[in-house]
């Protein structure tokens, strides 16, 4: 299994961001699948949840109405669509797929500050 994050970076406050993750060495459209943040000194959050087909959808408070998750299992691909960014979403973020295990991308970096 291997998750691969990719379009953090810096962005004013708000501004928007769109993350990917490339998944692959299992059958993505079987799984719903997640995103994570953690930001320094702060405990793992999870952002939002897909559901295997994407018809489901859930977020956190902290990013209602500002994040969309969406999935393309066409190109077994994931993505958080972040919109209104604020400091506090500054973070490292981590797209998550549970199999029998839990298997987690290495992350990619999101700065929000002007």
């Known amino acids: 299994v291997q998750l691969v994050e990719s379009g953090g970076g810096l962005v004013q406050p708000g501004g928007s961001l769109r993350l990917s993750c490339a998944a692959s060495?299992?059958?993505?459209?079987?799984?719903?699948m997640r995103w994570y943040r953690q930001a320094p000194g702060k405990e793992r959050e999870l952002v939002a949840v897909?559901?295997?087909?994407?018809?489901?959808?859930n977020y956190a408070d902290s990013v209602k109405g500002r994040f969309t998750i969406s999935r393309d299992n066409t190109k077994n691909t994931v993505y958080l669509q972040m919109n209104t960014l604020k400091p506090e979403d500054t973070a490292v973020y981590y797209c998550?797929?549970?199999?029998?295990?839990?298997?987690w991308g290495q992350g990619t970096p999101v700065t929000v500050s002007s």
């Open positions: 060495g299992f059958t993505f459209s079987n799984y719903a």
């Open positions: 998550v797929a549970r199999l029998s295990t839990a298997y």
């Open positions: 897909i559901s295997s087909a994407g018809g489901n959808t």
